[in-house]
């Protein structure tokens, strides 16, 4: 999975500001509830930084580890870091993919938005031992859970105008086994009603529950918050 954002990641931001208002004043309460530490937050598969400029924002005394594996997202997300004068000070844009990532012996807390279900069983435990054995008191790991198994008919999620051109977002999704779900998304780039580019991703995901993180942690939950129908996030703490 370590490039398979790369072919979308120009039209990413089109959906992250749709994603932003529901998980960001989750995001927003949980990190105000941390400890004053110099230890910074580390989060995996930052894409284009959405995420990250909402646990920016949140506390003015945060530092970030952002890993970000697919160069086109990275390419982003370090441009948006660098226009910003605060964010060029406060956050380390890192190319790592989880499980296998260099991590700091100390982290105030982990934050995994969006990228759980890409990875298996084995390589979450490996990534979740890692952290949860750097984790400071009174620090968390928040993972954010996503969607549900159940066959999906082409649904265009989203509509969006930039200039001349209309960006539409199309997903179906095909069961693959009890948990994990195949999903097609499309790309359309129309204009006057005519498409004139279509970018094709595929990937698979599995669709997991508090518990199964809580077992393959070896933390427990302190709390899952719902977003809307398809999102919750689970913040597991020793
Ligand atoms: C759905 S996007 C989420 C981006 C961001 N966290 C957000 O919520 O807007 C998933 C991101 O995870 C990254 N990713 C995929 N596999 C990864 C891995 N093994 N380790 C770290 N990041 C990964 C992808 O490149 C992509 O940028």
New binding site residues.
């Given amino acids: ?5 790369g072919s979308i990641a120009e039209f ?1 931001d089109l959906v ?1 500001r749709q ?1 932003s208002a529901s ?1 960001g004043q989750v995001l927003a309460r949980l990190v105000r509830l941390l400890p004053e530490s110099a230890a910074p937050l580390v ?6 930084g ?2 990250t400029r909402t646990l920016l924002a949140a506390r003015s005394d945060l530092s970030v580890l952002a ?4 160069s086109q ?1 990275r390419a982003i997300l370090t441009s948006r870091m660098w226009a910003a004068p605060d964010a060029r000070r406060r956050v380390t844009v890192l190319p ?4 296998g990532l260099e991590l700091p012996p100390r982290i105030l807390a982990a934050v995994i ?3 759980a279900g ?2 298996d069983s084995s ?1 979450r435990q490996e990534l979740f031992g890692k952290l949860a054995e750097r984790l400071l008191p009174g620090g968390f790991i928040a993972v ?1 859970l996503m969607g549900s198994v159940k066959p999906l008919a082409p649904t265009r999620t989203l509509s969006e105008q930039v200039g001349d051109l209309t960006y539409e977002w199309w997903i179906s999704g095909t069961p693959i086994d009890e948990d994990t779900m195949h999903f097609a998304n499309a790309w359309r780039v129309l204009h006057q009603g005519k498409v004139i580019r279509e970018v094709i991703d595929e990937h698979r995901w599995q669709v997991l529950d508090a518990e199964q993180l809580a077992a393959e942690s070896g933390l427990r939950v302190r709390e899952e918050i719902r977003q809307d129908d398809a999102a919750r996030v689970v913040v597991l703490q020793a």
């Fill in positions: 999975m370590t490039n398979s954002y990413y992250a994603q998980s989060e995996i598969g930052a894409g284009t959405r995420v890993y970000e594996p697919s997202m790592d993919s989880a499980p938005f969006g990228v890409h990875l390589q954010e």
